[in-house]
């Protein structure tokens, strides 16, 4: 990353880091038409929420899945440099933001909410509050951001340690997220329950 791609002097990468704050800002009305809930439903904002099968899980400002987020900048910044490898930086970023603005939103829908329940360890889940959700793309983008200027060896190795740390501690990670979500495999669904 050259000091040009991400300079603020630059109307270029300005107006990119607009576009991708309007994203983020429309991620938040959608989520907010939706219904969604702002903050937990407890009345208070926590940084933690260590719980994953607690009512404060996806209500808080990070938690277990907090990894997966930063995780996913370190993806879409390797694909932004795969499909946008001569734009700035800042549009790389905006299409980060776009992509997570749109799962946050899928996510937080009737289908995959129900979805998660159905299908994976998350029995209770009732959907992120927009705080949570606000924070994943936040995470998200500090991920992208660390992924810009971390040499790719120490990006994979990050990535790994994250899911391999998640994996064990709360049985689950975005790799299980995703393969359980998508592929339901019951003796993964009978570990992650502890059974």
């Not at 979805?115 to 360890?121: I, P, Q």
Request: net charge neutral; hydrophobic share 50%.
């Amino acid at each position: 990353m050259t000091a040009a791609e991400f300079s603020p002097s630059s109307s270029s990468s300005r107006r990119w880091l607009f576009a991708a704050l309007v994203l983020f800002l429309l991620q938040i009305a959608v989520l907010y038409a939706m219904g969604r809930i702002p903050i937990c439903e407890c009345g208070y904002v926590k940084l933690w929420e260590g719980g994953v099968n607690t009512s404060g899980n996806s209500q808080h400002l990070s938690d277990w899945y907090t990894p997966s987020h930063i995780i996913h900048g370190f993806l879409f910044y390797g694909l932004g440099w795969l499909i946008l490898r001569r734009a700035p930086l800042t549009a790389r970023l905006s299409l980060a933001i776009l992509i997570e603005a749109a799962w946050e939103i899928a996510e937080n829908s009737p289908l995959i909410i129900d979805r998660y329940r159905t299908a994976t360890m998350a029995l209770g889940y009732t959907g992120d509050s927009i705080l949570n959700s606000a924070m994943d793309t936040v995470f998200m983008a500090l991920g992208f951001l660390a992924a810009s200027r971390l040499p790719v060896w120490l990006t994979v190795a990050v990535a790994i340690f994250f899911e391999l740390a998640t994996g064990y501690i709360i049985r689950d990670n975005l790799t299980l997220n995703v393969l359980m979500l998508v592929w339901p495999v019951d003796a993964v669904r009978v570990w992650q329950g502890g059974l």
